[in-house]
C-alpha cells in the first residue's frame, strides 16, 4: 500500500501541490482527477521518486521512498501516458532488460505468461517500431508488471488505444487490484475512473478538495444517489460545465 | 495575393529574428551568441581581408593557371552533378512547402504560378544568405581573381540556376512520365546519349589532342592542363558551355571580363526560369507528400536527434547473454550495445582488429610498404586525438534520449551512480577498443619503422601496454561530460542539441569543446604527477626505460580511475537529486 502525508512541491515559488495526504490500500483502485494544472501527474511522479517533493513523505510498502529509494521502487510501477521504450530492444529483450534491473531471477516463466496474457507471445522479436500503439503500451505493461509490483501508478492510461485496447487495459487494472495490488489512476476520463475505481481524490489547484470511496464522495457533493462522476467533479471544483454557445460559421 | 504572401514571409523572417533576439536575455545565449560572433569574425570577416597568396610552379601566371584548374573542375563536377539527377533521379515534381503553407495555401484561391513564384522567391532568401557565405569564403583564395562582390554575384547565379534547374528538371522528368517514358527508359535513353558524346569526344581527342606523358601523371598542373584541353574539345565543349556561362562571372579575374561573363550566364539563369514557369504539371500531391516527409524527419530529429535521418531500426543480435542477477549498469551496457549496433561486438570486433592487425603486420613486414606505413603512422595520433575529443561530443544527443527517459528510468530501482554508470559504460567501451585498435597499430607501426628490433619491440610493446592502461579512464573522463553538462546546465545542453543554426548554437559547440580539452588537462595533470615518481624511481633502479614507462603508466591509470570512480559518484548524487520538473526546460 501507499500513505501519503503533506506532500507538497512548489516550482520556485508556485505550490504544484500543496499539503496532499492520502492513503491506498491493497486491493484498492483511487482514481486522481482534477483540472489542468491541478497538479495529477506531478503527484505521480512525487510518489514514483522519478522528482523529490518540497516537503512531505511517500512511503511504499511501509518503506520512505526519501530515506530508501531503492527499496521502495522495487515495490511499485509507473505507466506515463506515453510509452517509452527503447528504439533497439524487441519485446523480450525489454523484458529481460527490466528482469536485470529489478533482480528477477524466475523472469522467463513470468515474461512468457505476461506476453501470452496480454496476447503478445508471438510478438517477442519484434522492435517498438513495429508495434502498434497498443502493443507498445502493452510492453510498457509487461515491463512494469515483471516484478510483480504491490503498488501501481497509471497517468491517463487510455491514451491512444482503441475501444478493444481499452477494454483490456480496464480489465488488466481490475485483475491487478483483485490480485491485491494497490492502484492510483490519473485521468481525465471520468466514465474510466467511475468504472475502474473504489476511490476518487480530487485536486483542484494543488489541493485536495476531496477523498473517499466513490460513494462518500458523491454523497458530500450531491444529494443524488445515482450521479454520474462528471456531475460531482463539476459541483466539487466549481467549474461551469454548461456547454460553451455553440459556434456560427 | 502576392501581398499577402509577402506578409507571411516577413512576419515569419521578422517573428524568427525577434525570438531569437529574445533568447539573448539569457545569458547563455548572449554569451554563446558573443563567442560565436566573434569565431565568425575572426574566421570568416578578418581572413576575408587577407587572401591566400598563389605558390604554384614557376614560370606560369598564377591567375591563369588558378583559374584553369578551378573553372575546369567546377564545370565537371557541376557537368557530373547535373547528369546524375537526369540519369538516376526519382523524385517526382514537387516544390519544397512547409506543411503549413500546403494546409493554407493549397486550398486558397491562388493560382499556381503565384505559389511556384512564392516559392522561388523563399528560397532565394536562402540562396542570398549561402552566396555571401561562400563569397567570403572564397574569397579568401587569391587565385581565383575577383573580389567579394564578384564572387557574391557569382556564387548567386550558380546557386539559382541550380535550385532553378532541379525544379525544371523535376517537372520535365514528370512531364515524360506521363508521356510513357518511365525512369528505365529515361535512363537507357540518357545513359545512351552520355556514352555516344563520350563516345565522338574520345574520337576527336585522338585526333586533335596529343596524349599526356606518363610522365606527367606525377604533374598536377599537366594534368590539369590535359584536363582543360579535354573540356575544350567539341563536342565536349559546346555542350559544357553552358556550365562555363554559368561559373563565368565567379571566375573572372577584373571586373572588365566580370561584366562581359555576366550576359551569358544571366542569359541561362533567365532560361532555366521561363521553363520553370512555362512548365504545366501538377506538382500539388508530390509536394504535400514531401512536406509531409520534411516535417517527420524534423519531428524525428527533435525526438532522436540524428537517429532520424535513419532507416527504421532492424532487430539486432544480443551481443552477450544478460543474466537475470547481477550489476545493473551491465544492463544499461548491454542495452546500449545493441542500439550500437554489431560492430562492437565482442567477437565481431576481435575479428575486425584482427583483420586490421594482420594487414598492417603484412605492410610492415615488407621494407617495400615502409612509405605507406610511414603514413599509417602519421595518421594514428591525429585519429586517436581526434576519436578523444570528438568521441563525447557525439555522445551529447544520446544523453539527451536519456534525459527524454527519465520519468521512466527514474522510477527504476537504482541509485544514481548505477545509472550513470550503466550508460557511461558502453561509449567507454566503444572509445576504448577504437583507441586501442588505433594504438597497436601504431606501435606496430612504430615498431616497423625503428632499426633495432629487438630493443624496439620491448619498449614498443610495453609503451603501448601503458598507454593501453590509460585509455578507459581517460575515455571514462571524456565521457563524464556531456553526462555532467546535463545534469548541471540541462538548459545549455538542450541548446547545444537543436537542430538548425544560430549563432548562439555555435557558440555554445564552441565553448563545450574548449570545455572538453580543459577538463582533459586537469584531469590529465594529478595522473602526470603520480607517474613521474614510479617512472623515475623504477629507471634509476633497473635502467629500463621500458619498465619504468610501464611503472608511471600504472600509477597514472590508478589516479585517473580513482577520478573516474569519484566523477561518477558525484554525477550519481546529481542525478538523485536531479529535478526533471524544474531544471529540464519545457517546449
Known sequence: MIEVSSLTKCYGDFPAVRDLSFTVQPGEVMGLVGPNGAGKTTTLRCCTGVIPPTRGVVRVGGVDLAADPVAAKRQLAFFPDEPRLFEYLTVWQHLVFVARLYGVADYEGRAQSLLTELEMADKKNLLPGELSRGMKQKLAIACGLLHAPRVIFFDEPLTGLDPAGIRRMKDTMRRLARGGAALIISSHLLSLLEEVCTHVLILKQGEKIADGSLDAVRQRFTEQPDASLEDVFFKATGDDAAPPASVQP | ?587
Request: net charge positive; proline share 6%.
Open chain 2, 1 to 587: 495575393m502576392i501581398g499577402a504572401l509577402a506578409y507571411l514571409q516577413l512576419t515569419s523572417l521578422k517573428n524568427a529574428a525577434r525570438r531569437r533576439l529574445q533568447r539573448l536575455r539569457q545569458p547563455r545565449y548572449l554569451i554563446a551568441t558573443i563567442v560565436g560572433l566573434a569565431y565568425f569574425y575572426f574566421f570568416f570577416f578578418r581572413r576575408a581581408a587577407y587572401r591566400g597568396a598563389y605558390h604554384g610552379p614557376p614560370g606560369m601566371a598564377p591567375v591563369n593557371i588558378g583559374l584553369m584548374v578551378g573553372l575546369s573542375v567546377a564545370v565537371l563536377i557541376m557537368a557530373l552533378r547535373i547528369v546524375y539527377t537526369w540519369i538516376f533521379s526519382t523524385e517526382r515534381a514537387a516544390l519544397a512547402f512547409t506543411e503549413a503553407e500546403v494546409a493554407f495555401l493549397f486550398q486558397a484561391p491562388v493560382s499556381r504560378g503565384v505559389l511556384v513564384h512564392f516559392k522561388l522567391l523563399k528560397s532565394q532568401l536562402r540562396i542570398l544568405f549561402l552566396a555571401l557565405l561562400f563569397s567570403l569564403l572564397s574569397n579568401r583564395f587569391g587565385f581565383l581573381g575577383g573580389n567579394v562582390w564578384t564572387h557574391a554575384i557569382g556564387w548567386w547565379i550558380l546557386l539559382s540556376t541550380l535550385e532553378l534547374h532541379g525544379i525544371a528538371a523535376s517537372f520535365t522528368r514528370d512531364r515524360l512520365l506521363n508521356l510513357g517514358l518511365n525512369p528505365a527508359r529515361r535512363r537507357v535513353l540518357l545513359g545512351g546519349a552520355f556514352v555516344l558524346l563520350g563516345v565522338v569526344t574520345g574520337w576527336w581527342l585522338r585526333r586533335h589532342l596529343p596524349a599526356l606523358p606518363a610522365i606527367d601523371l606525377i604533374n598536377a598542373a599537366a594534368i590539369f592542363s590535359f584536363l582543360s584541353g579535354v573540356l575544350a574539345t567539341p563536342p565536349l565543349s559546346w555542350v559544357l558551355a553552358p556550365f562555363r556561362w554559368i561559373l563565368g562571372p565567379f571566375f573572372a579575374p577584373d571586373s572588365i571580363t566580370f561584366l562581359l561573363a555576366l550576359g551569358p550566364a544571366l542569359l541561362v539563369l533567365g532560361a532555366h526560369y521561363v521553363w520553370v514557369i512555362r512548365s504545366e504539371v501538377a506538382f500539388e500531391e508530390a509536394s504535400i507528400d514531401l512536406a509531409r516527409k520534411h516535417a517527420e524527419r524534423i519531428a524525428a530529429l527533435r525526438a532522436g536527434g540524428w537517429r532520424g535521418l535513419r532507416r527504421p531500426a532492424r532487430r539486432r543480435r544480443e551481443p552477450f547473454a544478460l543474466r537475470p542477477l547481477g550489476l545493473a549498469p551491465v544492463a544499461f551496457l548491454w542495452k546500449n550495445l545493441i542500439a550500437a549496433g554489431p560492430w562492437f561486438y565482442p567477437r565481431n570486433w576481435l575479428l575486425i582488429s584482427a583483420a586490421v592487425l594482420g594487414v598492417v603486420g603484412w605492410l610492415a613486414a615488407d621494407p617495400a610498404f615502409h612509405p605507406l606505413i610511414k603514413i599509417v603512422q602519421a595518421i594514428t595520433l591525429p585519429v586517436s586525438i581526434w576519436v578523444l575529443i570528438a568521441g563525447p561530443m557525439l555522445m551529447r544527443r544520446e544523453v539527451r534520449l536519456m534525459m527524454e527517459r527519465l520519468d521512466v528510468i527514474k522510477a527504476y530501482p537504482l541509485r544514481g551512480w548505477q545509472v550513470v554508470l550503466g550508460e557511461m559504460l558502453a561509449p567507454i567501451v566503444l572509445l576504448t577498443s577504437v583507441e586501442w585498435l588505433t594504438l597497436a597499430v601504431a606501435a606496430m607501426s612504430f615498431g616497423a619503422l625503428t632499426g633495432k628490433f629487438a630493443d624496439t619491440v620491448l619498449l614498443t610493446s610495453l609503451g603501448a601496454v601503458g598507454v593501453g592502461l590509460l585509455v578507459p579512464p581517460v575515455v571514462g573522463l571524456m565521457v563524464a561530460i556531456p553526462f555532467a553538462a546535463t545534469l548541471y546546465f540541462p538548459g545549455w545542453m538542450s541548446a547545444v542539441g537543436q537542430t538548425g543554426g544560430g549563432m548562439e548554437v555555435m557558440g555554445q559547440r564552441l565553448i563545450f569543446a574548449g570545455g572538453y580539452v580543459l577538463v582533459l588537462v586537469l584531469a590529465l595533470l594529478p595522473a602526470a604527477l603520480a607517474a613521474a615518481v614510479p617512472y623515475f624511481v623504477v629507471q634509476w633502479l633497473v635502467g629500463l626505460p621500458a619498465a619504468a614507462l610501464l611503472a608511471g603508466a600504472v600509477a597514472a591509470s590508478v589516479v585517473l580511475i580513482g577520478e573516474l570512480a569519484a566523477v561518477v559518484w558525484w554525477l550519481g548524487g546529481r542525478y538523485e537529486r536531479f529535478d526533471l520538473s524544474t531544471e529540464l526546460p519545457q517546449g
